[in-house]
């Protein structure tokens, strides 16, 4: 339990790092309007292990984040395939399963993202 706990620690300080670094790095014409997806990326630090295991149960604050995010798919889109989800251990393939995993109705089904589908 306690190297879950580290794992988590150092997941979280990493996001933190990259998100402060590239603050001011947007200009207001990117898929998530003035803020970057690295920059958004770290609002879904509540989604790092349902990001990583298919299995793993999904927080209700990821949840309230993903809706909040997938407001603009191709946002929700570029932050699941960020530099920031990459170097936090995200599983693309995976995230993509978190909005179907939060019943979230109104998600862009059968988007297409990068490589991926949304489920």
Known sequence: MATASV????????????????????DGAGECGKSSPD??????????????????????SCCAQIKKIGQKPSCLCAVMLSNTAKSSGVKPEIAMTIPKRCNIADRPVGMKCGAYTLP
Do not use: M
């Open 39 to 60: 920059n958004e990326a770290f609002k879904l630090a509540p989604c790092a292990s349902a990001a990583q295991d298919e299995n793993a149960p999904v927080s209700g």
């Open 7 to 26: 794992k988590f620690l150092c997941l979280l300080g990493l996001i933190v790092v990259v998100g402060v670094a590239s603050i001011g790095k947007a």
